[in-house]
């Protein structure tokens, strides 16, 4: 059994920036990939960034320069560094793992960007 628990979300103005954290916990592989998705209303499930167990990352084009993601092997912990946030970039921010063929999924927490 996996569990994942986000935190970090919140309100905050444009410009502004805020930390998620993702933990895990129960049968975690030492090889796998942990992600960052976001949903806003209305629209699909997006990839915002991802990062393999060896520490290589990539992100969307939309991100890249402002959200830096992170892990910590040790604490089964990946993080987002959200810098220069836009409105645009309010949702529901999802962690996931993926690991041996299986995807497992966080509650969500939201971010809210105000112009």
């Known amino acids: 059994q996996v569990q994942l628990v986000e935190s970090g979300g919140g309100l905050v103005q444009a410009g502004g920036s805020l930390r998620l954290s993702c933990a895990a916990s129960g049968s975690i592989f030492s090889v796998n990939t942990m992600a960052w998705y976001r949903q806003a209303p209305g629209k699909r499930r997006e990839l915002v960034a991802r990062?393999?167990?060896?520490?290589?990352?990539d992100y969307a084009n939309s991100v890249k320069g402002r959200f830096t993601i992170s892990r910590d092997n040790a604490k089964k912990t990946v993080y987002l560094q959200m810098n220069s946030l836009k409105p645009e970039d309010t949702a529901v921010y999802y962690c996931l793992l993926s690991q041996q063929y299986r995807n497992y999924w966080g509650q969500g927490t939201q971010v809210t960007v105000s112009s």
């Open positions: 990062i393999t167990s060896t520490g290589s990352a």
